[in-house]
């Protein structure tokens, strides 16, 4: 039975009992409190006084009046007590831990469709583009979604690793089907070396390390930004599972099980009195409050800084862009790489052959190889917002559990005769403690000793996400992107404006212009029926020959599909 249905049916029974006395003295029946004990503790139980007698036995609940109660029925109390706490608890925190986890789960969802949808662009971006690589991309182009997945939800791979591996492959691909195609020497060493000759030759220029720096700068917040969710429920978890301590559970048992004792069915503990009881049992709670409101804060710095190159959602689904870009720069250089290549690893056989075909022609629908158009209003940006508006209602949540119990649950209302532990008075006069350990040395209710180990541990887990969160927030300028030997990259963001947001400019006075389409996929341009580009100081021709479409066609296609990677050598 949890705490809200016990104090529903202890409305129902109190109503019943207003016929009753509501003071000690003249007590002369036990009816009400032998009702009330037995739905508490379910069942009859034997023993219980039919009339309030001397009661010398009594531990906590001691009186010079007649009582209701046994040693058995407040023992039964004594338990009910703790019990009581523990349900509060759980009572309180329930709806935010049902927001966090939620979140949580949903966060993570989203991400597993934003990861298959990007895997979806690329492998359509192959299939109607590079129709010919298509097949042979499709394990390289799973993989590195598979790795992109595996970073994100917690597994220690490397982002550098597998956007290099990814290249390495994609050049290979490239070398055989557009720059020398109809290579018959396959054997895994002239491969390998193809592909490792992909870090010499540079085929893609810095496409590979504007991708390690999107991924980067996208991957690593979202990925702390979940396991810091994940921490708060495991924080809320933990405090709704501490055991109270007994000197908590005799507080509690004085508190709401006393009056019983005495016949007082209605009676309800003055304020200041059920403040030093609550501020007492959650002393150790209330410690976590100054590092939940710094977790929920760096939450929200976190979640502001993830937008542009920092969105994940923004950096995932134009992937393909960058890699369509990656092909065309290869493409175009296709001699001089082909020269380059075979010094570092010989000159290939070359045959005729015919590549297979793309697997996904014809069925692409069928196997979700469909770009659906975004809803602006459901992108993930605007559901961490939503979610981080609702979590700044909890910022105080810890320091001000004990307060709200009291206030909005447990006491008696202003002005009214309340219990103080003892008897029915106008107020209560003993000094009102504050929250926390410290506060605790005064309350006249609750002795508060030492530290909880377990809400040290949860604390200093707190800290450590905290450190996490903060160093990937709040402004663009504090993200720093520090690789390793693999690609010799080590980026320090300017904050301000880069070649991802296509206003960058390189050291020789070059601007790169970056045309952005997230929703629109080309058409199949085959890239061998490109003959000749033109390159003049003023303009520049392209002269476009093939089959199976007009010449026009092919060129607006072409142009659209490659403006980003075009307009550098047509200027």
């Known amino acids: 039975m949890d705490a809200q249905t016990w104090r529903a049916g202890c409305c129902c029974l109190l109503l019943l009992a207003l016929v009753g006395s509501t003071r000690s003295e003249g007590v002369q029946s036990c009816e009400e409190v032998r009702k009330l004990f037995q739905w508490r503790l379910v069942g009859a139980v034997k023993g219980l006084p039919d009339s309030p007698r001397a009661g010398p036995d009594l531990q906590v609940c001691t009186s010079k009046k007649p009582t209701c109660c046994t040693r058995k029925m407040e023992e039964r109390y004594q338990t009910a007590a703790h019990q009581d706490m523990q349900e509060v608890l759980q009572s309180s925190s329930s709806t935010l831990k049902l927001l966090i986890s939620r979140n949580a789960a949903a966060f993570q969802e989203t991400l597993e469709t934003l990861i298959r949808q990007a895997e979806n662009y690329t492998s359509i971006l192959f299939c109607n583009t590079y129709r010919n690589m ?50 018959t020497d396959s054997s895994l060493e002239y491969s390998e070396c193809i592909r490792m000759a992909r870090r010499n030759v540079s085929p893609f220029g810095n496409i590979p390390q504007r991708v390690l720096a999107q991924m980067g700068r996208s991957l690593l917040p979202s990925r702390t930004f979940l396991q810091a969710l994940n921490l708060g429920i495991e924080v809320i978890n933990t405090t709704d599972h501490l055991q109270p301590s007994g000197g908590c559970s005799r507080a509690v048992l004085r508190m709401q099980y006393c009056p019983l004792c005495q016949g007082l069915t209605l009676s309800r503990p003055c304020l200041g009195y059920c403040l030093n009881v609550a501020r007492g049992c959650l002393a150790h709670t209330a410690e976590l409050s100054p590092h939940w409101h710094a977790y929920t804060r760096s939450l929200e710095e976190l979640s502001d800084a993830m937008h542009g190159t920092y969105d994940i959602e923004h950096v995932l689904l134009n992937f393909h862009w960058l890699v369509n870009e990656a092909v065309m720069q290869a493409h175009l250089d296709g001699q001089t790489l082909s020269e380059q290549v075979s010094k570092i690893c010989g000159r290939p056989i070359r045959a005729a052959t015919q590549s297979p075909r793309c697997s996904f022609e014809g069925s692409k629908e069928k196997h979700g190889m469909k770009i659906s158009p975004r809803n602006s209003e459901e992108t993930l940006a605007n559901r961490r917002k939503e979610f981080i508006n609702s979590l700044r209602l909890y910022r105080t949540f810890y320091g001000g559990l004990a307060d709200t119990l009291c206030v909005n649950e447990l006491a008696a209302a202003d002005g009214l005769p309340c219990w103080n532990g003892e008897d029915i008075v106008k107020s209560y006069t003993q000094r009102v403690v504050g929250n926390g350990i410290k506060a605790q040395s005064g309350n006249p209710e609750v002795k508060v000793k030492g530290t909880d180990p377990v809400i040290n541990q949860i604390i200093d ?111």
């Open 461 to 571: 887990k707190l800290k450590h996400v905290i450190q996490l969160l903060q160093g990937r927030s709040p402004k663009p300028n504090k993200w720093e992107l520090q690789m390793g030997s693999g690609g010799g990259m080590a980026e320090q963001v300017s904050g301000e404006c880069d070649d991802e947001d296509g206003c960058g400019g390189s050291g020789s006075g070059e601007v790169k212009r970056t045309l952005k389409i997230t929703d629109w996929m080309p058409e199949e341009v085959n890239l061998s029926d490109v003959k000749q580009i033109h390159r003049t100081s003023g303009s520049s021709t392209l002269d476009i020959t093939g089959s199976g479409c007009s010449a026009a066609t092919n060129f607006m296609a072409f142009m659209l599909m490659g403006a980003v990677m075009l307009l550098p050598w047509l200027w």
């Open 134 to 183: 298509a097949l042979e991309a499709t394990a390289s182009v799973q993989e590195f979604f598979t790795d992109v997945g595996l970073y994100l939800f917690g597994t220690d791979v490397n982002p550098e690793e597998f956007v290099n591996r990814f290249f390495d492959s994609l050049f290979l691909l490239v070398y055989n089907h557009l720059i020398s195609p109809g290579v």
